[in-house]
């Protein structure tokens, strides 16, 4: 079912906004501003914790109802400086899982103290590289950044630093029909989602308190989820993220059956690394019979590779919480020109709009039944 999308609708700017505003791993400030300034026009109060976390709480209409957490993280992998050369070029470590293959030859912006600066990812002239170098990916040890400074001393007046945040130079843009792409697709996707379903229920009376979580640090290790749900305490929890897609030349369908535009999409069983996570099967067929219901299409994860998101900490929190993703999957994650579907991020957005009032103290009893 393929939804049509105003170009102009107010998600689609704040989704435009959010992916050009700087916030790798631990530097999700400013994001965390715009978060916190959409969730107070819907929600009783916003608060923030140490680590840096939103927290926007809509209190329910019963005061011992239950606590639904919706949580979609913040951040966004990049680079942080580690070292200024005497020569001006800065050395550079990830904060993510950025592949090395796509940093090569790209434009970054490298956010000073001052003022962001331009900076390319520099190599050797294709011209004097030996075969084996024209077909070798450098490791991030042997990346480097220029930022057009004559020395350290330069470098360091731009307003550098060990510890400089930097993040991809892209510009957010529409591609064919109905996608978009741009850098921090992943996960700029999901906080829109959670801001547009607190909009949308806003103004309806439910049992549930509703507290939506903007998360930090999700890319090195789901951290501010873990510290975020031992806080909010909920009773049940949503995850919205997303999941990488197949459907091109070099992925295999049985690797990544994932479609843009087929919906979105929801973990059964997840990866089987650390971090993953099997979903409350209750709360998963919740979603599935709303989605039947509502004509809203819907895919299925089992066992995606390297398929991690926040749900692996929210589900392990204190006694454990009942906790399912809504996911939007995109192409060429953690890439600097990730691409999604308008019409998965619309069905995204009317799921969780529609599941969430199912989640009143009925059905929190039912998961222990």
Request: with cysteine; proline share 4%.
């Amino acid at each position: 079912m393929t939804i049509e999308v105003n170009p102009m609708s107010d998600w689609l700017d704040l989704l435009r906004k959010l992916c050009a505003t700087p916030g790798v791993s631990g530097f999700e400030d400013k994001v965390a501003t715009l978060v916190s300034a959409e969730l107070r026009k819907e929600v009783d109060s916003v608060q923030k914790d140490q680590m840096g976390n939103i927290f926007g709480t809509r209190r329910g209409l019963s005061k011992n109802g239950p606590t639904i957490m919706v949580t979609a993280h913040m951040d966004e992998v990049g680079l942080i400086v580690k070292h200024i050369e005497e020569t001006g070029f800065l050395r550079v470590q990830k904060l993510g899982g950025v592949p090395e293959v796509v940093l090569q030859g790209q434009r970054v912006v490298v956010c000073g103290r001052r003022e962001s600066l331009p900076g390319l990812v520099g190599q050797k002239p294709a011209h004097i590289m030996s075969e084996t170098e024209r077909k070798t990916i450098g490791s991030i040890d042997d990346l480097y950044v220029d930022i057009g400074a004559a020395n350290r001393k330069e470098a360091e007046e731009f307003g550098v630093e060990i510890g400089t945040p930097i993040t991809f130079d892209r510009e957010f843009c529409r591609i064919g029909k109905e996608f978009v792409t741009s850098k921090a697709i992943d996960n700029r996707v999901g906080v829109t989602a959670m801001l547009q379903v607190a909009k949308q229920l806003a103004q309806k009376d439910l049992e549930s308190t509703i507290c939506y979580v903007g998360t930090v640090q999700e890319e090195v290790g789901l951290r501010g989820a873990r510290v975020a749900t031992e806080r909010v305490r909920p009773d049940v929890a949503l995850v919205l993220d997303g999941l990488h897609a197949g459907g091109t030349p070099d992925v295999a369908d049985r690797v990544l059956p994932m479609r843009l535009g087929r919906g979105p999409a929801v973990t059964i069983a997840g990866s089987s690394q650390l971090h993953g996570f099997i979903a409350n099967r209750r709360l998963r067929e919740c979603i599935a019979q709303v989605a039947g219901t509502e004509g809203i299409p819907l895919q299925h994860n089992v066992g995606i590779a390297s398929g991690v998101s926040d749900s692996g900490a929210v589900h392990l929190a204190g006694k454990g919480v009942a906790t399912s993703d809504i996911l939007v999957v995109r192409r060429y994650s953690h890439s600097p020109i990730e691409m999604v579907s308008l019409s998965d991020i619309e069905n995204a957005i009317r799921l969780a709009v529609k599941v969430i009032p199912h989640l009143d103290s009925t059905f929190i009893k039912s998961l222990e039944e």
